[in-house]
């Protein structure tokens, strides 16, 4: 049985809780990702996507000067690397996100993303049933249609 460890991303960039939004948002631009895992040293305290830098930063007219500490979603969902592919699967389709962060002893070693769980042999199975479970809450009725 394959583990999160096995399919994981150890390569991860971060930010820490004092960098600025602005600063956040040029790492993600520069790295073409949309998530970062906030860390004090390797420990992990939280994230912040690309949707809370617009959700929780802009649209609440912060400026690109905030800290990432008052944006970001401080209870991440996490996983350790021993834990099955299935088991990561079944954690981002029950929390409705596609990156999971990778901890051990509190400190980040990787991330498990949605991608991770499709490209990796034999497990595309186990991104469809995740990408399912994702998908589901999404196909409400938008809220501009109410």
Do not use: W
Request: hydrophobic content about 40%; aromatic content about 4%.
């Amino acid at each position: 049985m394959k583990t999160v460890a096995d399919i994981m991303t150890t390569d991860c960039v971060t930010v820490s809780p004092g960098d600025s939004i602005f600063e956040c948002a040029v790492k993600m631009r520069d790295n073409d990702v949309g998530f970062l895992p906030v860390v004090d040293g390797r420990r992990l305290l939280g994230v912040v996507t690309d949707r809370d830098l617009v959700v929780r930063g802009y649209a609440e007219k912060h400026p690109g000067s905030e800290e990432v500490r008052n944006v970001m979603t401080h209870k991440a969902v996490t996983i350790e690397p021993s834990a099955s592919v299935e088991e990561a699967a079944r954690k981002m389709a029950a929390s409705q996100i596609r990156r999971l962060p990778v901890v051990e002893n509190g400190e980040l070693i990787g991330v498990v993303s949605l991608g991770d769980l499709a490209v990796r042999e034999r497990s595309g199975d186990e991104a469809e049933k995740a990408l399912e479970g994702i998908s589901e809450h999404e196909h409400r009725e938008p809220f501009y249609a109410r």
